[in-house]
């Protein structure tokens, strides 16, 4: 818990400025921004889509949490401060800093598979992260356009709003993935969740605003894949 007293999404509590951390609800990135939701906390107001927006700080721990190395056991410091020898003595290093450059230390006293290998998988994990990002990214700023061309043209304002709320949860959970430093390796499964929810809800804010602006609401459909025969 020691550097989860600052690697951790946080907000300022009203005037008096008091760190709180938004974790009554838990500590997924959907459950805080349920949390900021039922509060209605607002970080600012976004120039183009007029939307109220969140801000995620650097979210390491909360994305830590449930991980295969959190469930392994292992804390920030094993990976990042691994044990080295000092004068006859083992101690943590004082050297904080990627696992990427003493991996000897840090990865290797539990995987046997060689440093090449390892360091191919991390960056294969945060190519993936950082290409579903992009992706995420280029449907986010079509949701704002698409918003901020429909308050142009006098758009309904309630199906407007509706749509600015689609955006800022969709641009919070895209911005909880990008502020969180590790390009998802702290988590790369939760990184994933994250920005396929934030780009459904991207789709949605494009939706909402195209209903705003021309009164028909885009088709929906419920339909149930059946599963297939496992003898098949």
């Known amino acids: 818990m020691v550097c989860a007293q600052c690697h951790v999404e946080y907000y300022f509590e009203d005037e008096k400025k008091i760190v709180t951390f938004p974790w009554d609800n838990g500590v997924t990135p959907q ?3 349920d949390y900021y939701e039922e509060i209605n906390f607002v970080d600012w107001v976004h120039p183009k889509s007029g939307g109220d927006m969140l801000k995620a700080q650097h979210p390491e721990f909360e994305t830590f949490v449930g991980s295969t190395h959190y469930e392994a ?3 920030c410091a094993d990976c990042h401060m691994p044990y080295q020898m000092v004068g006859g003595e083992k101690i943590s290093s004082h050297w904080w800093t990627s696992p990427l450059k003493h991996m000897n230390e840090s990865c290797m006293t539990c995987h ?3 440093e090449e290998k390892l360091r191919e998988r991390v960056f294969y994990t945060q190519d993936k992260v950082a290409d579903m990002m992009a992706r995420v990214g280029t449907v986010t700023v079509e949701a704002i356009d698409a ?3 429909a308050a142009e043209n006098g758009a309904n304002e309630d199906l407007l709003n509706e749509a600015r709320s689609l955006q800022r949860k969709g641009q919070f959970l895209l911005d909880w993935v990008a502020a969180e430093n590790s390009m998802g390796f702290h988590n790369p ?3 994933m969740e994250t920005l396929n929810v934030s780009m459904d809800y991207a789709y949605q804010a494009i939706n909402k605003a195209m209903e705003a602006r021309t009164g028909v609401a885009s088709p929906t459909w419920d339909v149930e894949i059946p ?3 496992d003898k098949i």
């Open 31 to 33: 459950e805080v921004l």
């Open 73 to 75: 056991g292992l804390s």
């Open 112 to 114: 046997r598979d060689g």
């Open 147 to 149: 918003i901020a061309e």
């Open 189 to 191: 499964q939760l990184a």
């Open 227 to 229: 599963k297939q025969n």
